[in-house]
């Protein structure tokens, strides 16, 4: 009778998704945010069974956090750092697992939103350079690029967060050679080749960084705070249907720095299907 009553449990709690109707799953406008976006939709309806709508590739950080606050959205994938400069207005700390701690809490209490585990990698800022260049420099970290001016290219983002430019400029001399240059992030790579500009503020799991015409900078002197990746899901989602965090939570520590630069890689540079790339993934996973 125990089991009969723990399977009509499981039973009803499985069932709760589709009777609230799809869970929407939403990301930012770039390609490893539409990747993590339909790794979350497929995860779901492979472990839960359940009809998942996608409204991915929204838009910038502010407006994907107005999209799940108003509920036109249920679950993205955002990172620790974007979530405490961007959103929460502070200082981010330095080590990880504080990073996290901070923002699970932050988003709890002011949000109703919840801080899944940590996915396994850190998309922190790159500042990307011809590797010609990198190899002109006394070392290839961004404390000796102060010894040359540069033409800056940079996302739009990055030119106004207050953990990209402004922080760059905080903690490092760097010279500029007239006003950064912001374009599209797409675009960023192909004025490096260009010659358009001459460093670029890309992210370090950016596919273009397994092309060995550029080399990332060391952030010797810790400029940039972790930017952690993790799912953010709507606490009421959460407490309605706890079965949605735990099919998630099954990704943790499961995608590093290589396999998402590789997934990014695959999408940008092979133009394989997003779909596709999502579902091989998953089928290594448990």
């Known amino acids: 009778m125990k089991r009969i009553l723990i399977l ?25 945010q539409i990747v993590l976006g ?9 472990k839960l069974h359940v009809p998942v709508e996608r409204k991915l590739d929204l838009g910038g950080t502010l ?4 999209a799940i606050l108003k509920g036109s959205i249920d679950v993205y994938p955002e990172y620790t750092g974007t979530a405490a400069s961007v959103v929460l207005k502070q200082r981010v700390p330095a080590e990880s697992a504080q990073a996290y701690i901070v923002v ?14 940590p996915l396994g990698f850190n998309d922190t800022f790159a500042m990307v350079v011809r590797t010609r260049d990198a190899r002109a420099l006394s070392q290839p970290v961004l404390s000796a690029a102060a010894a040359r001016p540069w033409r800056l290219g940079v996302g739009y983002e990055f030119l106004t967060r207050p953990d990209g430019l402004h922080r760059l400029n905080e903690v490092y001399d760097l010279h500029w050679n007239g006003t950064p240059k912001s374009m599209d992030l797409g675009l960023l790579y192909a004025a490096l080749r260009q010659n358009r500009v ?22 010797d002197k810790k400029a940039f705070p972790p930017y952690n990746a993790c799912f953010v899901v709507r606490q009421a989602l959460v407490q309605q249907s706890p079965e949605v965090g735990w099919a998630l939570s099954m990704l943790q520590n499961r995608i590093s720095n290589e396999t998402m630069r590789d997934l ?4 940008d540079t092979e133009h394989q299907p997003v779909e596709t790339v999502a579902k091989e993934f998953l089928a290594t996973q448990p």
């Open 8 to 32: 009509l449990w499981l039973a009803f709690s499985l069932c709760a998704c589709s009777k609230r109707g799809a869970i929407v799953v939403g990301s930012k406008n770039f390609t490893e």
């Open 198 to 219: 001459d460093m670029a503020a890309g992210n370090s799991t950016d596919a273009q960084l397994s092309d060995s015409r550029f080399a990332a900078l060391a952030d």
């Open 63 to 66: 407006l994907t956090h107005e």
């Open 264 to 267: 990014n890689r695959r999408v």
């Open 104 to 117: 699970k809490d932050a988003y709890k209490e002011r949000f109703h939103l919840i801080w899944l585990p």
């Open 38 to 46: 339909e790794i979350a939709a497929q995860q779901l309806e492979r």
